[in-house]
C-alpha cells in the first residue's frame, strides 16, 4: 500500500516552473492524506492567478502515480496565505525580509555582462538575446535584464508574453527558451512610450534587480541602452563587477562611438570583457563576401580600447549578416535555436561559450580568511 512518506518523496520531484524549486522545498505541499488507494494533495499555489497552475497539476499527479499502489489522484488547489508568502519571500531572499541585490551579496558567483553599445541599431539586442539562448542551451543557469527602458526589446526577441508573476512585492520573471527574463515592456501597454527622467530610471534597474527573484544564476546579462547615458552610470553604481561587452558594426562612424561607449568604464572602474562585431559581411552564393557597411571596426575599436584602459580587449568575433537570424528575432525564437547551423549562429555560440568559461574576479567575494591576533 501507498504510504504519505512515500508520496512525498515524490511530490520533492515536481520543480515549480517559475521559481525552479521543489514545491515540497516552498512549502506548496498543504497536505498529503490517502483514501485507500486514492491520494489526496493538498497544493498551496503562490498567487490567486498563478499562470501555471494547470501545468503544476499535472506534474503533481504525474508524480503521484509512479508510487505503487495509488490507483486515483485528488489535487485540492489553494492559495498561499499572507503568512505563507511572506516566509516564501523570506526563504527565495536567503533569510531577508527585505529586498536585496543578490548579485552584490559577498559569496555571489554569477558572471554578470552588460552587453553596450556606442549607438542604437548595431544589433546589441539581438546578440544578447541570442548569447542568453546560446549559454541556456548550453546547460547554464542565464538571466536577462533589459535595461534599455526607452528602447526596449527583449520580451519580443525570446517570445516572451504576459508579465512576472507577483508574489506581494516579489516579482518572478518570465522563462523563455530556459532563459529568465524581465523588462519594462512586460509592464507597458503596446504602442506605450516610456517618458521617465534619470532619478526613475534608476529606481527601474534598481528594482529589476531587488525585487525579481533570479535564483542562483550563472550568468546575468543586460542589454544596456546605447551611449553613456544615466543607466550605463546606474548600473556601474548597483552592479560596480558587472563586465562590459561592446557591439558594433564594422562602420567606422559606428565604431568610433563604440568605443567611446567602452572607455566609460574608465570613470567607472569597470572591466571590458571585448568587442564584437556584428553585420560583418553578408555572404554571397559563390562564396564571397560582400562587406555592406566596411571592414575593420571591430578590430580598431579593439586596438584603441586595449590602449586607452591599458588592458587587452580582444575582438571576441565577428558575426555576418544572416537574413534567418532577423527573421528568428522577429518570431521571438533565437536563431541560435531556430536554424543552429547558420553562419550567425555558428559565431553566436562561439562567441557564448567563450563568455561563458570565464571566471568572475574575487572583488565581492569572502576569501574566507581570518585574522589572527598576535
Not at 157 to 169: A, E, N
Not at 314 to 325: E, F
Not at 348 to 357: D, E, T
Request: negative net charge; glycine residues 12%; charged residues 20%.
Amino acid at each position: 500500500m501507498p504510504t504519505a512518506e512515500l508520496i512525498r518523496d515524490a511530490l520533492a520531484t515536481v520543480i515549480d516552473p517559475e521559481i525552479r524549486r521543489p514545491i515540497t522545498e516552498i512549502g506548496m505541499v498543504r497536505s498529503v492524506d490517502l483514501d485507500g488507494a486514492t491520494a489526496i494533495i493538498g497544493i498551496d499555489l503562490t498567487t490567486h492567478g498563478c499562470p501555471m497552475r494547470e501545468r503544476i497539476t499535472s506534474d503533481v499527479e504525474a508524480a503521484v502515480r509512479t508510487v505503487g499502489g495509488v490507483a486515483d489522484v485528488r489535487i485540492e488547489l489553494g492559495v498561499m496565505s499572507d503568512e505563507q508568502r511572506l516566509g516564501l519571500r523570506s526563504k527565495l531572499r536567503g533569510g531577508k525580509p527585505d529586498p536585496v541585490i543578490a548579485f552584490t551579496q559577498p559569496g555571489n558567483l554569477t558572471r554578470i555582462y552588460a552587453i553596450a553599445s556606442g549607438k542604437g541599431g548595431v544589433g546589441k539586442s539581438t546578440v544578447t538575446a541570442n548569447l542568453a539562448a546560446a549559454m541556456a542551451a548550453d546547460g547554464l543557469k542565464v538571466g536577462v535584464l533589459d535595461a534599455d527602458i526607452f528602447g526596449f526589446s527583449i520580451p519580443g526577441m525570446l517570445g516572451v508574453k504576459g508579465q512576472p508573476t507577483r508574489i506581494d512585492d516579489m516579482l518572478l520573471p518570465p522563462i523563455a527558451h530556459d532563459v529568465k527574463a524581465v523588462s519594462i515592456g512586460m509592464f507597458v501597454p503596446e504602442g506605450q512610450p516610456v517618458v521617465w527622467r534619470g532619478p526613475m530610471l534608476h529606481r527601474a534597474v534598481e528594482q529589476f534587480l531587488a525585487d525579481v527573484f533570479w535564483g542562483d544564476l550563472d550568468v546575468l546579462l543586460l542589454d544596456l541602452p546605447p551611449g553613456t547615458g544615466d543607466i550605463a552610470i546606474s548600473v556601474a553604481q548597483l552592479l560596480p563587477h558587472a563586465e562590459l561587452v561592446v557591439v558594433t558594426t564594422p562602420q567606422p562612424a559606428a565604431a568610433g562611438v563604440a568605443e567611446r561607449a567602452g572607455a566609460i568604464a574608465t570613470q567607472t572602474s569597470q572591466n571590458v570583457v571585448g568587442v564584437i562585431e556584428n553585420m560583418s559581411w553578408l555572404e554571397q552564393p559563390d562564396g564571397s563576401r560582400l562587406n555592406l557597411f566596411g571592414e575593420g571596426g571591430g578590430a580598431k575599436v579593439s586596438e584603441r580600447l586595449s590602449a586607452t584602459l591599458g588592458t587587452a580587449v580582444p575582438l571576441l568575433g565577428q558575426i555576418p549578416l544572416d537574413i534567418v537570424a532577423r527573421e528568428a528575432g522577429d518570431a521571438g525564437t533565437p536563431v541560435v535555436l531556430s536554424d543552429p547551423e547558420s553562419p550567425a549562429s555558428v559565431e553566436l555560440r562561439r562567441i557564448a561559450r567563450q563568455l561563458a568559461a570565464r571566471q568572475r574576479g574575487l572583488a565581492g567575494r569572502s576569501l574566507g580568511v581570518t585574522p589572527i591576533k598576535r
